[in-house]
């Protein structure tokens, strides 16, 4: 039925058959991909059952090519049957790329530089175009604030140390201390525009060139988090001595575009780090356990390993004991590190 509805807006909008209707490994996402194609054209066809997440993307998506950002164009649309239709942007997101050249050549300066064109985008993401967005168009939260934080907390309890953790919780203690995360992070100022998931999945590479992708749950956010997820994407297992290479490429980017005290920015920055990994721990466990999407598992051992490179750092963590010695414990877990 789906297929029906994503030919025939292709007949409407071009008035051709198409001559295939290929799906497309869509991830986490309840949307269904596919790459349709016609007698001279390659298009991606998108269907959703949530209209508000289709609207969502559609309005952001237009928003920000107005202001020139590389996001695919919208051809066609009807969100009455919850089908529409965008640019290809090719076959390769900046994971695929980066792991075929990885494969070949180590972490290599190429795919430092796609990095580092990818962070050049994100501040007009986040201010450019984010102060004239319409947030009105936010269909999860309007804005990461106390209850999207504290909701992104709960999955992680609930979605991973219920199912994973092998130790006693005192899950008064370790809500006292999430609280106090969450506390913290709140002092930081929140006006710009957050991508939520601005990580190597949902960024596409062309020629070398990052397009963006994915950005329909986007809200109201901090400048960090951003940052803070492309540069601890699990799967994409950044080496840690590139990272702080990379944050300040992004402090240097921004910097062009709005001031910035770099110190307060840092003061905060680990923080939206480890809320980001802990969302990210919840969603593999919901992915896992919920889904069937088991392979999202693979993706554990990389940010245990995350996990264990900033403890030796000292940052919130240290002021958050019950919080600290379950990371601690995940991280002596040698059967998260099997997946």
Known sequence: MELDKLENLFIQFYAEKPQSITPLKGDGSERRIYRIKGENRSII???GDHRAENEAFLRFSRHFREYGLPVPEIFAQDLSQGVY???DLG???LFEWMTRVREQQGFSHEIIEVYRRTLEWLPHFQITAGRSLDYSYCYQHSAFAWDSMRWDLQY?????LEVFYKHELDRDSLQRDLDHLVHHLLEEKADYFLYR???SRNVMVQNGKPYFIDYQSGRRGALQYDVASLLYD???NLPDEVRPELLQHYLDCLAKIEKVDVSRFMHYFYGFVFIRIMQAFGAYGYLAAVKGKRNFLKSVPYAVANIEELLKQDTIINKLPTLRQVFLHLVEDESLREF
């Open 197 to 199: 998931d601005f990580q």
């Open 156 to 160: 992680f309890r609930h979605r991973f």
């Open 234 to 236: 699990a799967k994409a």
């Open 85 to 87: 239709l965008e640019e």
């Open 91 to 93: 076959p390769d997101t």
């Open 45 to 47: 066809g998108v269907t």
